[in-house]
């Protein structure tokens, strides 16, 4: 009997943002749905992240290969 | 937007409002992070306002709205990033890890997760959960009894704290 006690008082903490109630809701008036979800956005944050990595490694390597390959013809 | 858009969009505002909270402790529970919860209500609603055909009435639009949660809960579980960013999205949350109780159930199985919440927060009783798992029937009466052993044997580690 504690436990549920206490689990409902914890979970009662627990509450719906306001913010994304209203978008989700404003969404559904626009017709908006399939707009990018709060997942979509963060994971194409990390998506850019990781690309721009790549993109800065293979100049890295590029230029050290050209570089290299100056040094020994020189 | 006509008349019809107006009374749906109503309609659709009163279902967001009476099970938002509901819906985000589901996920919550079986997730065990507010990122991937808070994606997971977006989610039901989209479908839930896709979806066509009516309710027979308030329990059966409960009962679907948990089974929908449920499943776009081991969708994202499942899906690749999950698996392959789990570091950089489990960021342990300040807001469960300060609820004692709530942050002992996240650590226990999946499976017992939901079923705890549905019999102690919702108060479904162990029929209407199996009602509610369809496809484990069988099983559901000895994941609530092995669930409300746990919670029991939490409850007493917690109190002997």
Same mark, same amino acid.
């Given at each position: 009997?504690?436990? =549920?006690?206490?689990?409902?008082?914890?979970?009662?903490?627990?509450?719906?943002?306001?913010?994304?109630?209203?978008?989700? /809701?404003?969404?559904?008036?626009?017709?908006?749905?399939?707009?990018?979800?709060?997942?979509? =956005? =963060? =994971?194409?944050?990390?998506?850019?992240? /990781?690309?721009?990595?790549? /993109?800065?490694?293979?100049?890295?390597?590029?230029?050290?290969?050209?570089?290299?390959?100056?040094?020994?013809?020189? | 937007?006509?008349?019809?858009?107006?009374?749906?969009?109503?309609?659709?505002?009163?279902? @967001?409002?009476?099970?938002?909270?509901?819906?985000?402790?589901?996920?919550?529970?079986?997730?065990?992070?507010?990122?991937?919860?808070? &994606?997971?209500?977006? &989610?039901?609603?989209?479908?839930?306002?896709?979806?066509?055909?009516?309710?027979? &009435?308030?329990?059966?639009?409960?009962?679907?709205?948990?089974?929908?949660?449920?499943?776009?809960?081991?969708?994202?579980?499942?899906?690749?990033?999950?698996?392959?960013?789990? @570091?950089?999205?489990?960021?342990?949350?300040?807001?469960?890890?300060?609820? &004692?109780? @709530?942050?002992?159930?996240?650590?226990?199985?999946?499976?017992?997760?939901?079923?705890?919440?549905?019999?102690?927060?919702? *108060?479904?009783?162990?029929?209407?959960?199996?009602?509610?798992?369809?496809?484990?029937?069988?099983?559901?009466?000895?994941?609530?009894?092995?669930?409300? *052993?746990?919670?029991?044997?939490?409850? @007493? *580690?917690?109190? *002997?704290?």
């Amino acid at each position: 009997m504690k436990f =549920r006690t206490e689990y409902v008082k914890e979970m009662n903490e627990i509450k719906a943002n306001e913010e994304l109630k209203n978008t989700i /809701i404003n969404q559904a008036a626009s017709n908006a749905i399939g707009l990018p979800t709060v997942a979509h =956005r =963060r =994971r194409s944050k990390v998506g850019i992240i /990781i690309a721009s990595s790549v /993109i800065m490694l293979i100049l890295f390597l590029s230029i050290e290969t050209l570089w290299i390959y100056d040094k020994a013809e020189k | 937007m006509g008349d019809d858009d107006i009374v749906k969009r109503e309609h659709f505002a009163n279902i @967001v409002n009476k099970y938002a909270d509901m819906v985000l402790r589901l996920a919550l529970t079986y997730l065990g992070n507010r990122a991937d919860a808070q &994606d997971v209500y977006q &989610d039901v609603f989209n479908k839930l306002f896709k979806y066509e055909r009516p309710f027979n &009435d308030a329990e059966h639009e409960k009962a679907w709205i948990i089974r929908v949660t449920m499943n776009t809960c081991k969708y994202v579980i499942r899906s690749p990033w999950k698996k392959w960013f789990a @570091v950089i999205e489990d960021m342990p949350d300040r807001h469960i890890e300060n609820l &004692d109780i @709530v942050s002992v159930v996240i650590t226990l199985p999946r499976k017992y997760r939901l079923v705890i919440h549905l019999y102690y927060y919702e *108060g479904y009783k162990t029929a209407e959960i199996s009602n509610i798992f369809e496809h484990q029937r069988e099983h559901c009466p000895d994941t609530v009894k092995t669930s409300k *052993g746990i919670t029991e044997r939490k409850d @007493v *580690g917690r109190m *002997g704290r």
